[in-house]
């Protein structure tokens, strides 16, 4: 894989816990938090004018939540991917493959402008993987925060923060 002159807007789910040991047995069914909000339509208002082709979310609730408040504001759909789900009793070599897949995919595909909505490790692994070819485990927690956009064009990659 190598950089392409697509433009990817990567952004992660709402604010859906305020624990720093992560979501323990509401992995699955954490939702966002209403003080998550605010930064989801901040960025939703950004992303109106910015060109779209195709997005994708993570299939877990708080995906769908962000993802549905950033189409109503921009009147943009977002496709169910599963491999861009959280990292759930998998290796980091399972999550690596799946997310080359998607990569993979997107890179074969006519989409030049992905807007994606996903979690941390996700977004390591997309963000090194189009970035650089690769992730490793070094790479892992190299997210976003939710009310975090990340900008990857041209195989350069920013952050605009909207919290």
Same mark, same amino acid.
């Given at each position: 894989?190598?950089?392409?002159?697509?433009?990817?807007?990567?952004?992660?789910h709402?604010?859906?816990?305020?624990?720093?040991?992560?979501? =323990?047995?509401?992995?699955?069914?954490?939702?966002?938090?209403?003080?998550?909000?605010?930064?989801?339509?901040?960025? =939703?208002?950004?992303?109106v004018?910015?060109?779209?082709?195709?997005?994708?979310?993570?299939?877990?609730?708080?995906c769908?939540?962000?993802?549905?408040?950033?189409?109503?504001?921009?009147?943009?759909?977002?496709?169910?991917?599963?491999?861009?789900?959280?990292?759930?009793?998998?290796?980091f070599?399972?999550?690596?493959?799946?997310?080359?897949?998607?990569?993979?995919?997107?890179?074969?595909?006519?989409?030049?402008?992905?807007?994606?909505?996903?979690?941390?490790?996700?977004?390591?692994?997309?963000?090194?993987?189009?970035?650089?070819?690769?992730?490793?485990?070094?790479?892992?927690?190299?997210y976003?925060?939710?009310?975090?956009?990340?900008?990857?064009?041209? =195989?350069?990659?920013s952050?605009?923060?909207?919290?």
């Amino acid at each position: 894989m190598t950089p392409s002159d697509r433009t990817w807007h990567i952004f992660r789910h709402g604010l859906a816990t305020h624990s720093r040991t992560g979501y =323990g047995d509401r992995i699955l069914t954490a939702e966002v938090l209403p003080e998550g909000i605010p930064p989801i339509r901040t960025i =939703g208002k950004y992303l109106v004018n910015v060109p779209y082709d195709f997005g994708a979310r993570s299939e877990l609730i708080r995906c769908r939540q962000t993802a549905d408040i950033v189409t109503e504001l921009t009147g943009r759909p977002f496709t169910v991917d599963t491999r861009l789900n959280e990292q759930i009793d998998e290796s980091f070599e399972a999550v690596r493959d799946r997310v080359r897949a998607f990569v993979d995919e997107m890179q074969a595909s006519p989409h030049q402008h992905i807007w994606i909505c996903t979690h941390g490790a996700i977004i390591a692994a997309l963000k090194h993987l189009i970035t650089t070819g690769a992730f490793s485990r070094a790479n892992e927690n190299d997210y976003t925060q939710p009310g975090e956009l990340l900008v990857i064009q041209g =195989g350069a990659a920013s952050v605009m923060r909207f919290a």
